[in-house]
């Protein structure tokens, strides 16, 4: 039984989930946002990445990624999403 719980919590840990990036650069203390396709567990729709410059993909507006993320307690400037860390992001 231990087993399979560990094998099932792994397996979430590793879920990625998708999403598009949005350009909110125009608006005052905004910056890339990612919109996904579906809330999360928390309903968030909107996320607002504070490491996406430590990764390697191109910057465009409606690119469709896919990432896994962790949210984080942080203020936001921009208040257009949840503020989390990205962990694995990928274009799509």
């Known amino acids: 039984m231990l087993c399979v719980s560990v094998?099932?919590?792994?397996?979430?840990?590793?879920?990625?989930?998708?999403?598009?990036?949005k350009n909110l650069t125009g608006l005052d203390g905004c910056s890339w946002v990612i919109e996904l396709d579906a809330a999360d567990k928390n309903g968030n729709k909107n996320l607002e990445p504070l490491n996406?410059?430590?990764?390697?993909?191109?910057?465009?507006?409606?690119?469709?990624?896919?990432?896994?993320?962790?949210?984080v307690n942080a203020?936001?400037?921009?208040?257009?999403?949840?503020?989390?860390?990205?962990?694995?992001?990928?274009?799509?």
């Open 7 to 21: 094998t099932l919590c792994c397996c979430k840990a590793n879920h990625l989930v998708s999403g598009r990036l």
């Open 52 to 71: 996406l410059d430590q990764f390697k993909i191109t910057l465009t507006e409606g690119q469709k990624v896919k990432l896994r993320y962790k949210e």
């Open 75 to 92: 203020m936001s400037i921009c208040m257009a999403g949840k503020p989390v860390q990205i962990e694995v992001i990928s274009e799509k």
